[in-house]
């Protein structure tokens, strides 16, 4: 059930779809909007959406791609413009990325790529943040091998609380160390690692598909790391141990096998020893706390 949430540059995105921020005239606007009708093909995909015509709020239209290679399909949802949201704002922002997602399964993709709808139309970002979470969780849990991807370029949102945020800023300037290596170090999978892993997922007595969800993972990508001479990331051990809900001496055990005890000071491992400090082991929620500090997202 991977869901990414990360900054970088929607329109160089690999995926199957990628989303267009659009309008109810379907015509190119100003940020990511004219980023994506440049790379494209302006004309091409004018007289696309002029053939369509238009397309009513809270909903979504298909194009080709064009001349955007790393995508197969162009989705133009229609966000609400923001009044003061009491004009049935979110029940439309939400039916936008619901437009988009049944575009997605009547073609038979199985990737995409969204902005941030709405942020573009006056829609306050952090509503727009909490909105677009629901409603890929929500298709997520009727299509768990789905990849979806909400990336922004500027403008973020708040992701975190103000005073979470000091909090953890506090504890990762505590225990920062230069030593750290980096947090997407690969090992070769052995048998104590293998054997200790299954009987942490023997004992939390969790399907593979469940801990596959809650560790960002497909249950296919899951079931092929589980096994000898496999590569093992220490974004997978993160992911795993989040979804399981294990503690530190456990987690501090797997990475005495991989000898990789440097990898519990980087940035990544704080963040999330942070979460688990505090009980928290929604993958999600600390995946927005890596976004702030510019980090990649835990899982697939």
């Known amino acids: 059930m991977p869901f990414y949430f990360k900054k970088g540059d929607l329109v160089q995105t690999e995926c199957d779809l990628i989303v267009n921020d659009s309008n109810s005239r379907l015509i190119m606007v100003e940020g990511v909007g004219r980023a994506i009708f440049h790379k494209a093909g302006d004309r091409e995909l004018s007289n696309a959406l002029k053939k369509i015509g238009g397309c009513k709020v809270g909903c979504a239209v298909l194009t080709p791609s064009f ?9 133009h949802a229609v966000a609400p413009i923001y009044q003061n949201g009491k004009h049935g704002e979110e029940e439309l922002l939400l039916s936008a990325y619901e437009s ?20 573009e139309y006056n829609y306050p970002a952090s509503e727009c943040l909490e909105i677009a979470h629901t409603a890929i969780l929500e298709n997520l849990k009727n299509y768990p091998n789905d990849l979806v991807y909400l990336i922004m370029f500027k403008n973020f949102p708040e992701t975190i609380s103000k005073s979470t945020q000091s909090e953890l ?9 230069t030593e750290g290596t980096t947090a997407l170090n690969e090992f070769v999978m052995n048998k104590e690692l293998l054997h200790l892993m299954n009987s942490y997922i023997k004992m939390s007595k969790m399907s593979l598909e469940e801990i596959a969800i809650k560790a960002n993972y497909t249950l296919e990508k899951l079931q092929e790391i589980l096994t000898i001479d496999s590569l093992v990331t220490t974004n997978f051990i993160f992911a795993l141990s989040i979804a399981l809900k294990l503690s530190e001496k456990d987690i501090d055990a797997m990475f005495d096998i991989v000898e990789s005890k440097n990898s519990l ?16 082991y929604d993958v999600y929620t600390i995946n927005k706390a890596l976004f702030i500090y510019n980090l990649s997202p835990i899982g697939l």
Request: net charge positive; with cysteine.
């Open 100 to 119: 988009c997602f049944k575009l997605m399964k009547e073609h038979g993709y199985t990737s995409i790529a969204f902005p941030l709808l709405g942020s």
């Open 67 to 75: 001349n955007m290679t790393n995508c197969k399909g162009l989705v």
């Open 265 to 280: 000071k980087t940035m990544t491992s704080l963040v999330v020893r942070y979460f688990i400090k505090k009980g928290q």
């Open 169 to 177: 800023t506090s504890f990762i300037l505590k225990n920062y160390t």
